[in-house]
């Protein structure tokens, strides 16, 4: 089955269109989120409509958690935290019960599904490759996949020296191998890319030759920018889009 996997849209409804068309061109046979569907960005009622509408499987994300009133934010940056108040005040009763219906891990598929690790599937950012290795020996399934980082990532216990854990950032149009060993994989953000490309990101996943291709899509940076400054929202938060950090 070729799968196309999304996450960390963080309401940033011109990204997450620009990747529906190119997950639509690629002709994917499902659809799947990874969590944070709103926070940071201005539109989450679209944003939740459209994961609501085309996603075959959704997971909940932190930011997602703190709208929901599930979670708190002493730990959110303060821009964060502004946008979490912000999108608690103005989403539609609609969004808040699509995400109190949501879960952070998925293990019912052929690949195991977290927002963000398998030890920890809301809170942990895993960034580094040893970190990665521990992640991938709790993990039930070969092969994983993961969100909250907002960088696009591959792990393999074995690609490294001496056949010891190994992997790296992903741009995009890589094409990664996961067909043997376990692997962990992270498609990078949708919404707010972290790893300096301010494009977004998605990942496309063949379950049956076991193939990972990582993409990445332009959009009108300029659309969510201005809807974020409309909106009253941190002007950190527009101005971070356009150089992918």
Avoid at 104 to 131: I, K
Avoid at 147 to 162: D, I, K, N, R, T
Avoid at 176 to 201: I, T
Wanted: charged share 25%; aromatic share 6%; glycine share 10%.
């Amino acid at each position: 089955m070729r799968i196309g996997i999304l996450t960390d849209i963080h309401s940033n409804l011109p990204a997450l269109e620009a990747v529906l068309s190119a997950v639509d061109e690629a002709d994917t046979e499902q659809l799947w989120c990874l969590g944070d569907v709103v926070g940071y960005g201005a539109q989450p009622d679209a944003c939740a409509s459209l994961v609501s509408e085309r996603c075959d499987l959704s997971l909940v994300g932190n930011h997602d958690l703190a709208v929901t009133g599930e979670i708190d934010t002493e730990v959110f940056s303060a821009s964060a935290a502004s946008a979490v108040d912000w999108t608690k005040e103005n989403c539609s009763e609609e969004t808040m019960a699509f995400l109190k219906k949501l879960k952070p891990e998925n293990s019912l598929q052929d690949v195991g599904l977290y927002h963000a690790s398998p030890r920890d599937p809301v809170w942990e950012y895993v960034l580094a490759v040893d970190q990665a290795r521990e992640c991938m020996d709790e993990q039930s399934d070969r092969v994983s996949v993961i969100g909250h980082s907002h960088v696009a990532l591959y792990f393999s216990e074995a690609g490294g020296p001496a056949g010891r854990a190994g992997g790296g950032r992903a741009e995009g149009g890589r094409e990664v191998d996961v067909s043997e060993g376990r692997w962990l994989l992270n498609p990078g953000s949708v919404g707010q890319p972290r790893d300096g490309d301010p494009r977004a990101a998605w990942l496309e996943l063949d379950t049956e030759k076991w193939g990972a291709t990582y993409h990445r899509v332009e959009y009108e940076i300029d659309q969510a920018a201005d809807a974020i400054r409309s909106a009253g929202l941190p002007e950190l938060l527009a101005d971070r889009l356009y150089v992918g950090q």
